[in-house]
């Protein structure tokens, strides 16, 4: 087999494609998060905690010298970004809950009833059975 049909088939299977969709949606998910928690989520808490942009709240190591910039620490960006995963990682979780309470009903109906108790008819051909064994 050539390493092209190898490549093609490994490339069209299922599993791949779902991989490829999933991580382009994830990151599209992302975007939307990141600008919800920026945009929308933010804005309000800076207000609350009297005017601050959060996106600003860094600790500066080193002032500009001439051309280098400053070295600073942006806190702020960082508690913006844990806001991001925390609704990120919350949306995942919801989402994976879910998949699994579908997957234990469709479990739940999949289950074959218990058999049925034996009929009178079957009964007694046991019971005739059994005698004819001690019988011998």
């Not at 002032?63 to 508690?79: D, L, T």
Request: proline content about 5%.
């Amino acid at each position: 087999m050539s390493v092209f049909s190898e490549f093609k088939e490994f490339a069209v299977k299922g599993n791949v494609v779902d991989m490829a969709v999933g991580i382009i949606i994830g990151a599209a998910f992302g975007k939307i998060v990141s600008s919800f928690v920026g945009d929308v989520i933010m804005p309000p808490i800076g207000v609350l905690l009297g005017g601050v942009d959060f996106s600003d709240l860094s600790f500066v190591l080193k002032e500009a010298v001439g051309a280098a910039p400053a070295v600073v620490i942006s806190y702020g960006k960082f508690v913006q970004t844990l806001i991001d995963f925390t609704i990120i990682a919350f949306a995942i979780f919801v989402a994976v809950k879910a998949i699994n309470s579908f997957k234990k009903k469709e479990e739940a109906v999949a289950v074959p009833p218990a058999p049925a108790e034996p009929s009178k008819e079957e009964l007694l051909l046991a019971e005739i059975r059994d005698l004819l064994k001690a019988r011998n």
